[in-house]
């Protein structure tokens, strides 16, 4: 018999080391079980991802065993030492030849047809070991490590149902909104009038111009959609725990306009980028001294920020002067965030992902330093607005949930000018 063991990881303390068995298969490791609800049920479709806790940069290897030929996963084609998979019709999913180190097992929302996923892992079984997961997706994930030649068997990956709210947006003559980002705001109040809230996210409209996202609590909703400056609000109603609302429609006073009708360019007043609100997920906000667009993201890590900025033809932001310093803390506020200059290649040598010269920097105290916590390759934006380098061993690596991106040349600047 191999062991797994086991770590659970909350709020990046490692809480519990226990003892787990699985067969012992020689050659590679491997991990297959099952996903359930909480009647134990099967539940198929449900995506997996299995991803090394590390920090470089992860390509991820799809191992579905029930193929969606209308997934375009492509971009995640590659042989090493990320895996997604789906499960089939009775539940179950397999993961192979994988090396032994630590891993995360967490969902995989790419397969979900609408912008929401309708469970989240609440636990995995391993034997007579169950280990809960701490947060939701994106977020949440539980973290493990196996021996080499492993073959883990029968693991039961429970799930919970998730609330949500799910709207259709249209224009004026009924033509619904396809495939068009949008902003969503929510404001919550309790039923009792003793609380209130808000929150904003981004999100896309499927092609027959339907999104949805999750509402964990109970409260008086009132939701409004924003896109390409128009705006709808649908009105207030209460949901209450356990439920879903499925039937909210939007209508924008406009004839249609196409989703993509900036031409892949993004169009921002100079007023906005002195508002005091931008700065939200999914919104660019330019910067007009370095003709740049700029937006903060959320990610589970620094390699998934940079996927994502890679993936919208943007690289994680690159500072290069106190100016440019100053502005991003005023519009993105002082929070922790992914930057894109790390010492990854080359020891010492610090680098902007984007390949700029690293002309200005703005260390903190005793900054940069690799301590007792291990190799601190990447550099982080503080609250304070300075930088600190850190690694995943280091206090702040699980707390950093939020990146800057930046796409080049949105607008032209003068000569001489960045």
Known sequence: MKRLYSTLAVAGTLLLIVPLYGIFAGGTSSLSGRVVDLQGQPVPGFGLILEPVRVEPIPVQPTPLERDENVDDSEHQSDVTAFVTRTDKSGRFAIHNFPPQKFQIAQYTRFERESVAEYEILSMQVGTM???????????????????????????????????????????????????????????????????????????????GYFAFHADETAIYTVTVNHQGLSATAEPFLLKEGENKGNLLFTFDSAPISSDATDGRIEVSAEASTSSTPGDEAAWVVNPTTGNAYKKIQCRSWDDANIQAVAEGAHLVTINDAAEQIWLSKIFGRRLYWTGLTDYATEGEWAWESREPVDYTNWAVHEPQDDDSGDEDFVIMNFSGEWSNVGPNSVEWQMVRLAIIEKDGVITTPTGEK
């Open 130 to 208: 169950t280990v809960h997961q701490h947060e939701p997706a994106p977020f949440g994930g539980i973290v493990f490590s196996i021996e080499p030649d492993a073959d883990i068997e029968n693991v039961e990956i429970r799930v919970k149902p998730r609330q949500h709210i799910r709207g259709k947006i249209v224009f004026a003559d009924g033509t619904p909104l396809v495939s068009g980002r949008i902003n969503i705001n929510v404001q919550r109040r309790s039923p009792d009038g003793t609380g209130s809230g808000s929150s904003s996210s981004s999100g896309e409209t499927d092609d027959s």
